[in-house]
Antibody, heavy 120, light 106 residues
Framework: QVQLQESGPGLVQPSQTLSLTCNVS??????????WTWLRQPAGKGLEWIGH???????TYNPSLESRVTIAIDTSKNQFTLKLTSVTAADTAVYYCARDVVGTAVLQNWGQGTLVTVSS | DIQVTQSPSSLSASVGDRITITCRAS??????LNWYQQKPGEAPKVVVYTASTLQSGVPSRFSGSGSGTDFTLTITSLQPEDFATYYC?????????FGQGTKLEI
């Protein structure tokens, strides 16, 4: 069973760059069957789709974040990453990585989530 | 972006009850709608996808229906483990937007 695990700093300074990694185990990231996705959820609020990447390297981002987001994939390490620049307190959230099945677009596998706080 | 409006935002029910949650999309999304269950401190889990397909392992008391712009998630005979927050998500186009959530409480 595939497992996803987020990692990265839990505290980021305002105006700096948030960087997270999602490590995929129990399966290969080098598959054309999935999109590899990032989402986030501020405390007590709903879910926001940040964007996803396909094995080809093709990315799609949420227009609300597109100017600040980069998602990349590293097949040699079986992981994908999220970078969000110029962060503010509004970017404080639990960040999730997930696997999205091409065709049905169902987020079938999720990481446990990691809390990132933007504060000085 | 396609807007997804979910209602109600909260719902009180009892074990054994039948409940329905609705989602309405701002334009037709065919059947490209998924439902997720989230418990406190946990990641969401899919319960229904493409409007009416039950995820493997999800009890048959869960069901989804709808197409176009209007969708429902129904849970019959509520069990204690069903009390959670439920989200719908449209996957017709990107960004893949979510409803605001429905908190199902005892």
């Amino acid at each position: 069973q595939v497992q996803l695990q987020e990692s990265g700093p839990g505290l980021v300074q305002p105006s700096q760059t948030l960087s997270l990694t999602c490590n995929v185990s129990g399966g290969t990231i080098n598959s054309g069957l999935y999109y590899w996705t990032w989402l986030r959820q501020p405390a007590g609020k709903g879910l926001e789709w940040i964007g996803h990447i396909y094995i080809s390297g093709s990315t799609t981002y949420n227009p609300s974040l597109e100017s600040r987001v980069t998602i990349a994939i590293d097949t040699s390490k079986n992981q994908f990453t999220l970078k969000l620049t110029s962060v503010t307190a509004a970017d404080t959230a639990v960040y999730y990585c997930a696997r999205d099945v091409v065709g049905t677009a169902v987020l079938q596998n999720w990481g446990q989530g990691t809390l990132v706080t933007v504060s000085s | 972006d396609i807007q997804v409006t979910q209602s109600p935002s909260s719902l009180s029910a009892s074990v054994g009850d039948r409940i329905t949650i609705t989602c309405r999309a701002s334009q037709s999304i065919n059947r490209f709608l998924n439902w997720y269950q989230q418990k406190p401190g946990e990641a969401p889990k899919v319960v229904v996808y493409t409007a009416s397909t039950l995820q493997s392992g999800v009890p048959s008391r869960f069901s989804g229906s709808g197409s176009g712009t209007d969708f429902t998630l129904t849970i019959t005979s509520l069990q204690p483990e069903d009390f959670a927050t439920y989200y719908c998500q449209q996957t017709y186009s990107t960004p893949r937007t979510f409803g605001q959530g429905t908190k199902l409480e005892i």
